[in-house]
Nanobody, 121 residues
Framework: QVQLVESGGGLVQPGGSLRLSCAAS????????MGWYRQAPGKQRELVARIRSGGTRNYADSSKGRFTISRDNAKNTVYLQMNSLKPEDTAVYYCNADIARTGSYSPTNYWGQGTQVIVSS
């Protein structure tokens, strides 16, 4: 009943930009932390950026200075603005959120299905 819907992935040249969006929908009471993770072939999933409900942000070292995470609580949406993209940014990017369903005080962690980002000339 709760799902995360991602958009904005695709193919971009090195140095280019992309903005990923992830909208939560369903029977939602509250959304707490939201974040972006990525997984490249043969590698473990890793944190890209995370944002708390109060706005505090956390970035991986590889993301700092290039990526910006933000959220629109009214739209239940989290964004990832990616600038100065590098080939090593190529990965499947996953949206993640801690969400309490309607009628519940306990949040559950949810994952999106992932969106492919390819940085190549």
């Amino acid at each position: 009943q709760v799902q995360l819907v991602e958009s904005g992935g695709g193919l971009v040249q090195p140095g280019g930009s992309l903005r990923l969006s992830c909208a939560a929908s369903g029977s939602i009471a509250s959304i707490y932390d939201m974040g972006w993770y990525r997984q490249a072939p043969g590698k473990q999933r890793e944190l890209v950026a995370r944002i708390r409900s109060g706005g505090t942000r956390n970035y991986a070292d590889s993301s700092k200075g290039r990526f910006t995470i933000s959220r629109d609580n009214a739209k239940n949406t989290v964004y990832l603005q990616m600038n100065s993209l590098k080939p090593e940014d190529t990965a499947v990017y996953y949206c993640n959120a801690d969400i309490a369903r309607t009628g519940s005080y306990s949040p559950t962690n949810y994952w999106g299905q992932g969106t492919q980002v390819i940085v190549s000339s």
